[in-house]
């Protein structure tokens, strides 16, 4: 299974039962969330990346672990003092416990507000660190 992969399910894990999307690189809309009974929550969205992968710890001339950065981004379009604020909070913290119950991820940068850029939605960023041992064969 890819990073990527790994990142995805994570986050459908966490957030598919709340309505909320997310995505690769870019946001995805869509009407309805296969096998699921719930309504898409298009207030709120998730786009994540893979910052770099990095292998490292070279000791004789091959990798011995990847290192990787993924970057979360979680998107909402409403004011802070609106009392669904109080879901997406919980709801990055969700994100949060997922992936650091994940023993190859750390918590790299706890949450910070991502800057308005005429953006109708506001965010709140992550970034974890991903670590894992390559299997020499």
Do not use: W
């Amino acid at each position: 299974m890819t990073l990527k992969e790994i990142a995805q399910n994570i986050l459908d894990n966490t957030l598919l039962q709340n309505g909320v999307l997310s995505h690769h690189i870019r946001r995805v809309k869509t009407d309805a969330i296969n096998g699921l009974d719930v309504k898409i929550n298009d207030n709120e969205y998730v786009v994540y990346r893979i910052v770099s992968s990095n292998d490292g710890a070279y000791g004789d001339g091959k990798a011995h672990c990847n290192r990787s950065y993924i970057d979360i981004n979680y998107y909402y379009n409403y004011d802070k003092d609106d009392t669904r604020y109080v879901d997406v909070v919980a709801r990055v913290e969700s994100i949060i416990n997922a992936f650091i119950s994940d023993k190859h991820f750390r918590l790299k940068n706890a949450e910070s507000d991502i800057a308005d850029i005429n953006n109708p939605y506001r965010g709140i960023n992550i970034e974890f660190l991903y670590l894992e041992a390559i299997k020499r064969g």
